[in-house]
């Protein structure tokens, strides 16, 4: 891995577009994170932010605008082209395979970066009781990961990116249904791999609190646009930032488009 | 070529148009709302027809005409509500299954009530004169059924447009959710709406009784070019079911004078070639992320050999090893014929059950690797052995082939591609005499001197048909089964991983195609001779409803699923004439009351005694 300083950033977006029918849901972003460092990407319900992921992981592709993966042009690339150079992301309703086995989910996520089209021989697998337990799981990896609760689904679901040895990790809503201390235990984890291996990790978050506790970075995000960007204590006192949140409630939830992957 | 000649074509394709519309319309808005490809709208096209011959001497035409929609929308509703609604929430496959379950028990119904013989329908009273465009005679008839397509078009614009239980039926077709956001029962709703395509379809047929001959085929003819209208102009579009209809009336109309043998090929060109620039169709919502799974339907973990134990399946496997010492020819060609049918339910289960991709016409990829076989034999004087791998090749191509164009389609959309994929095929080998002898197909096919003993023949099925079924079961474990089964349990996440989702699509269509052109091929050599019947839709429906008795996701449910299917098809083909009502019942049964196969009978029985 080149020295962190001379290299550019893991990922640099440039004026990002996309629009659903007449409502631009992410209208002109532009964003560089670098390398090691955790940032929190907040904004009102509808403000743009899990379209922005979709553009970023490639689920959608942007109506105009340009994206770099450390320093390579990632803009036309499926998403598991991008995921091959190491992105790896979460979905706000998270998702696993619940008729695989929770090792065959680990396994699965391990290896598809580097094999996706996995043929008949079977590779060194991790070991899943540890990866399990990374993310607070005891459970068999043996058993089938349907029947999870959500929360442990997140957590699986957490476990699987991270396997994948990504570069940069997008997460959309991490903690959405967990409770205060998972929380901050699941954020803490992240945080250390990010510390460990020079992770790179972009989260929304819905919990200033945790925002504040572990994001070195916030971006605030309404109407599609960038709004504020800069250490936590500076985006919180920005006024635009502050309106948003503590005057009137923003129109943003109207605009329509669904915010989840689980639309159809 | 003279322009008259040009308007006349022009009117009568779209005089087509509107009849094509009324069936596509009512399929396009049951979709929408429900989600449903309701297979059996052909059917209620059918029935709208016969109904009004039947009408015609009590009531005169028009009145006729008028009274056999309702009845139609009558009979939709009991379908809808005996059938559909207590498997709402099944994927989408079960529901298909149910309603081409339906459209054989009409089929039959029809030749019960009707007879099996071609009907001339009366003339309309009234327009039953022409006039003369450009010197040529256009029927009084065409021209008022121009009309009828843009009419009914309006009427559903303001219904979808001015009432609120329109802007409900919109709002469900681009999310289902929101009707529940609503506040109004979205059964009631999806009864109304069924209702509403089964009047529309049963007008169609209604109004197409002086242009079309009636006979028992007219709902598999009209299904499939009413699925294409609907793929095309966008599943849910009711303003595209009306632009693609006039778009392959005129197709076929001006095809039918150039390409007169070909009318079947050039609807699935268009259809391929619009899904491969819009693969929502021309005016289809398109989704923006594809739902993470089939609804509530979520596919249990695989088991291994089915859920009758290991210990049954040793019995069965030593069983087949031993058959050529137990049985004489006849038992060994009924062993092969079922080896065979399990190999090619086994290829489709590997689409379905492990890929999640629905076929409908899995038929293409047996009666391509028959016919491929055959002619190789036929016309090239090639051996057995090379025949049976270029009918598996050739298959395996036709799967690469279907992969490449329908890679990006969802669901319901590659099913219909496969099945209208099948339809050109079955076109083909019925109306290229020169080369496949249509319908009497090509005969003398007997395999070599060295597999003529029925022995040696079953000894080679075991080996090619067992072993392939073995050989999927054996794949379904390995990191590439596993890619496949992720695949299909979310492919939005899969993809995010980094599998390679439409690659791997490809490779699985290439592998059932494979699978099932050398059980094709198989088939040819064990009956001696080949018919268009190999690729018809019946067989594609044979291999859906073995996979579903063994179980969608038992693996080795496919040797269970074709063993108690030949027995129940020769116990009914002998019993009774009425086979289609009996298969028919039996799919509708099996989707309603035991969506988990054969296989799962046992466990639910202990479940319930425990």
């Given at each position: 891995m080149s020295p962190r300083d001379a290299s550019p950033p893991v990922l640099r977006a440039e004026g990002l577009v996309k629009a659903f029918g007449g409502i631009r849901?992410?209208?002109?972003v532009d964003l560089s994170l670098d390398a090691g460092t955790i940032s929190a990407l907040i904004g009102p319900n509808g403000a743009g932010k899990t379209t922005c992921f979709h553009l970023l992981a490639g689920q959608l592709r942007p109506d105009a605008g340009r994206l770099w993966l450390d320093g390579r042009d990632?803009?036309?690339?499926?998403p598991h082209r991008r995921a091959a150079l190491g992105l790896a992301r979460t979905f706000q309703i998270a998702g696993v395979?619940?008729?695989?086995?929770l090792a065959d989910n680990l396994a699965l996520a391990a290896e598809a970066p580097r094999r996706p089209r996995p043929g008949l021989r079977r590779r060194a697998a991790p070991d899943a009781a540890t990866l399990l337990a990374r993310v607070g799981l005891d459970l068999d990896?043996?058993?089938?990961?349907?029947?999870?609760s959500y929360g442990q689904v997140k957590r699986l679901e957490l476990a699987m990116a991270l396997a994948g040895r990504p570069r940069l990790l997008l997460m959309d809503?991490?903690?959405?249904?967990?409770?205060g201390p998972e929380r901050d235990r699941l954020l803490g984890l992240v945080a250390g791999q990010v510390a460990e291996q020079g992770l790179t990790v972009l989260f929304t978050e819905h919990d200033v609190a945790a925002v504040f506790a572990h994001a070195g970075r916030v971006l605030a995000m309404a109407d599609g646009r960038l709004i504020a960007d800069g250490p936590p204590a500076a985006v919180a006192a920005d006024p635009a930032v502050q309106r948003l949140y503590l005057g009137r409630p923003s129109t943003g939830s109207a605009t329509g488009f669904a915010p989840s992957g689980q639309d159809v | 070529m003279d322009l008259g000649f040009l308007v006349i074509q022009f009117l009568n394709g779209l005089a087509s148009a509107s009849s094509l519309f009324l069936v596509a319309a009512g399929l396009s808005l049951i979709f929408g709302v429900?989600?449903?490809?309701?297979?059996?709208h052909g059917s209620l096209f059918m029935l709208g027809a016969y109904l009004t011959v039947a009408l015609v001497p009590a009531v005169g035409f028009w009145a006729a005409v008028l009274l056999a929609p309702p009845l139609v929308a009558l009979i939709g509703g009991l379908i809808e509500r005996l059938i559909l609604r207590p498997i709402a929430?099944?994927?989408?496959l079960f529901q298909l299954l149910a309603t081409f379950g339906v459209s054989l028990m009409v089929a039959d119904v029809v030749i019960l009530v009707w007879g099996a013989a071609d009907i001339v329908g009366p003339r309309a009273p009234g327009l039953d004169g022409a006039v003369s465009v450009l010197g040529k005679a256009v029927p009084l008839y065409d021209l008022m059924l121009i009309a009828v397509g843009p009419a009914v078009l309006g009427g559903l614009w303001l219904l979808l447009t001015r009432t609120r239980a329109g802007l409900l039926v919109r709002a469900a077709a681009e999310d289902r959710d929101m009707v529940d956001a609503l506040g109004r029962d979205p059964k009631r709703l999806f009864s109304g709406v069924f209702m509403l395509g089964a009047l529309l379809a049963g007008l169609g047929g209604a109004l197409a009784v002086p242009r079309e001959t009636l006979h028992s085929g007219l709902d598999l003819q009209v299904i499939v070019e009413a699925f294409a209208v609907v793929v095309v102009g966008g599943m849910g579009s009711v303003g595209g079911a009306y632009g693609a209809a006039v778009l392959i009336g005129l197709v076929h109309a001006f095809g039918i004078v150039w390409f007169p043998e070909a009318t079947l090929v050039l609807t699935f060109l268009v259809m391929a070639l619009v899904l491969m620039l819009r693969p929502h169709g021309?005016?289809?919502?398109?989704?923006g992320l594809p739902a993470a799974?089939?609804?509530?339907a979520v596919a249990p973990p695989l088991t291994g050999v089915g859920r009758l134990g290991g210990g049954l399946w040793l019995l069965a496997a030593l069983g087949l090893l031993a058959a050529p010492l137990l049985l004489g020819a006849y038992g060994l060609d009924v062993l092969a014929e079922m080896l065979i049918l399990a190999a090619f339910a086994a290829s489709l289960q590997w689409l379905t059950?492990?890929?999640g991709i629905v076929s409908f016409g899995h038929a293409a990829f047996f009666g391509l690797g028959g016919y491929a076989a055959a002619l190789m034999v036929h016309?090239?004087?090639?051996?057995m052995i090379p025949a049976l791998l270029a009918g598996s090749a050739a298959a395996a191509l036709a799967g690469a082939l279907l992969g490449r164009v329908?890679?990006?389609?969802s669901g319901v959309y590659l099913a219909m591609l496969s099945l209208a994929f099948a339809e050109l095929l079955h076109a083909v080998a019925f109306q290229w005499v020169g080369l496949?002898?249509?319908?009497?197909g090509l005969i003398g096919l007997w395999p070599p001197a060295w597999a003529a003993d029925p022995r040696a023949y079953y000894g080679l099925t075991l080996l090619l048909a067992g072993g392939a079924v073995a050989g999927l079961a054996g794949l379904a474990f390995t990191p590439h089964g596993r890619a496949l089964r992720a695949l299909r349990d979310h492919p939005v996440r899969a993809a995010a991983l980094g599998l390679d989702v439409a690659g791997l699509r490809r490779r699985a269509m290439v592998l059932a195609g494979a699978v099932a052109g050398l059980a094709g091929g198989l088939f040819v050599f064990l009956k001696g001779s080949v018919f268009p019947g190999v690729l018809g839709v019946a067989m594609s429906v044979d291999a859906l409803v073995m996979m579903l008795l063994g179980?969608?996701?038992?693996?080795?449910g496919a040797l269970l699923g074709a063993a108690a299917y030949q027995g129940l098809f020769v116990a009914a083909a002998t019993l009774t004439d009425h086979w289609r009502l009996v298969l028919g019942g039996l799919i509708v049964l099996l989707v309603v009351a035991?969506?988990?196969?054969?296989?799962s009978l046992g466990r639910r029985l202990r479940g319930r005694s425990a």
């Open positions: 849901a992410v209208d002109g990632i803009s036309r690339l499926e395979f619940p008729s695989l086995s990896p043996g058993r089938p990961a349907a029947g999870l809503e991490p903690t959405a249904g967990l409770d | 429900g989600r449903i490809v309701n297979f059996a929430g099944a994927p989408e021309l005016f289809g919502a398109r989704a799974t089939g609804g509530a059950g492990v890929a016309h090239l004087g090639w051996g329908g890679g990006r389609l496949t002898g249509g319908d009497n179980g969608l996701h038992a693996l080795g035991l969506p988990g196969g054969l296989g």
